[in-house]
């Protein structure tokens, strides 16, 4: 391992958490947002989504810029000019048009992953990609911080400010609050880490960087992270929504109860990444898909009974409901899935495109993020046409499904080219009966 990798690692994952947890705020400020500007669910979830979206437009570009010039050059800067919309957000007399506006340009944090993945990758030898991958990954718990914090803090600074004004209270503590610790973090990373030019690669033309995305397996590693991580940015975004106007929770209840999904989904990845370089990520990927295949089916069917045709008439019987607990918890057996399925995921690009990381990393991640951007609106577009709130894991389970069959349609694909005689030998060879 090279020097000053443990420091690239450690500050690089804390800037990660930090960007992730502004990138998905707006999934607990939203509700008195929505409050206060009287907004629709559909013009709410447009907020989240704009948010998604510039967190995932740029990490393709990001991510080569990464192998080009350095992660740490690119790092710094993306934490200061998220900076700017942070305070932005936290000063300005607003309406739902500017909302929009600054949402997506704070969504700009978003983009941090594919730099990250990529300046990590030159620091640590191949064999322990996985887990430092899986490690810097887990910065996805930011996701939780505001859900913690956000709730409490909004409640406790209404009508308050801080540091002669720069930090108001009530929701707009939260994004002034990030915007200075952006700042902080940015001159952590320029005074304590290595330079960039100390382990980089060496410049190629942009041509070559990009070729690997014509390969077929870059796809399909883009519609698992999809599942595993564009469903999960979704959920995280979309939970708090979900527990209030489903379970008639509050919003601190609701912002709790959805970080119990957000912290599995973030901090199994590191044993997600470690379980990737011992048995193979392929195996984990099938393990993934199949408990979140059962998980959501469950969720996906919340209640119902089964009828049965008697002499007597038809009866209701096993009637079942999921309350909150058991709900829960099986959302939280999905987290466990995705946060062990992301580390799984990107433990293949080091493997098949051990140069190419940046590109075929921020091409995933980019698609990945797309998917939790489409998602919230399709789950408001969903639920007005079957008016069922669960709609939302229906929809989950189907591109699992999906993702699932395409797998493993491709695996049984390359046994079969590698031993095309083997369909053979196992319908036609005739069994050794040693003559008895």
């Keep these: 391992m090279a ?62 810029l990464a192998d080009r010039i350095g992660g740490k050059r690119v790092t710094v800067v993306m934490l200061l000019l998220t900076a700017i919309p942070s305070y932005l957000l936290a000063h300005m007399t607003l309406n739902y048009h500017w909302l929009l506006v600054l949402a997506f ?75 200075v610790l952006l700042v902080l973090t940015a001159f952590a990373i320029m005074f304590l880490t290595p330079a960039d030019s100390i382990n980089i690669q060496p410049s190629r033309p942009l041509r070559e960087m ?25 959920l995280a ?31 199994l990845r590191p044993l997600g990444g470690y379980l990737s370089d011992k048995i193979g990520a392929r195996r984990l990927m099938y393990a993934t898909f199949i408990s979140m295949l059962v998980s959501l089916a469950l969720l996906a069917a919340p209640f119902g009974y089964i009828v049965l045709n008697t002499p007597e008439g038809a009866k209701s019987v096993l009637p079942y409901h999921l309350g909150v607990l058991p709900f829960t918890l099986i959302l939280f057996v999905v987290g466990c899935s995705m946060g062990i399925g992301k580390a799984a995921v990107f433990k293949h690009i080091p493997e098949y495109f051990p140069h190419d990381v940046g590109a075929v990393g921020g091409l995933v991640g980019t698609l990945g993020a797309l998917g939790g951007f489409l998602l919230p609106p399709f789950f408001v577009s969903m639920r007005g046409l079957t008016g069922l709130p669960q709609s939302t894991f229906i929809v989950l389970f189907l591109l699992t499904l999906v993702a699932i069959l395409w797998m493993h349609f491709v695996i049984v694909k390359m046994l079969h080219q590698a031993s095309p005689d083997l369909e053979h030998r196992i319908d036609y060879h005739p069994v050794q009966t040693n003559g008895v």
């Design 3 to 64: 020097r000053g990798a443990g420091r690239v690692l450690t500050l690089s994952t804390f800037a990660f958490t930090l960007m992730f947890a502004v990138w998905l705020m707006f999934g607990v400020l939203g509700i008195p947002i929505q409050k206060e500007f009287g907004l629709t669910d559909s013009q709410l979830a447009w907020l989240s989504s704009v948010a998604i979206l510039n967190g995932a437009i740029w990490r393709l570009l990001l991510g080569v």
């Design 105 to 179: 340009f704070v969504g700009f944090a978003g983009n941090l992953f594919s730099v990250g993945i990529a300046w990590n990758s030159h620091w640590f030898p191949r064999e322990r990609q996985g887990f430092a991958l899986g490690v810097f990954g887990a910065g996805n718990v930011g996701a939780s911080a505001t859900k913690f914090i956000g709730p409490a803090v909004i409640s406790a600074t209404i009508g308050t400010s801080y540091i002669g004004g720069i930090i108001p209270g009530g929701w707009r503590f939260v994004p002034a609050l990030y915007a």
């Design 210 to 234: 990009f070729a690997p995305l014509k390969y077929m397996q870059v796809w399909r590693f883009s519609f698992y992270y999809v599942i595993v991580f564009g469903a999960y940015v979704a």
């Design 237 to 267: 975004s979309w939970m708090p929504k979900y527990y209030v106007s489903v379970y008639g929770l509050n919003l601190h209840d609701a912002a709790l109860l959805t970080a119990l999904f957000i912290f599995p989904a973030s901090l």
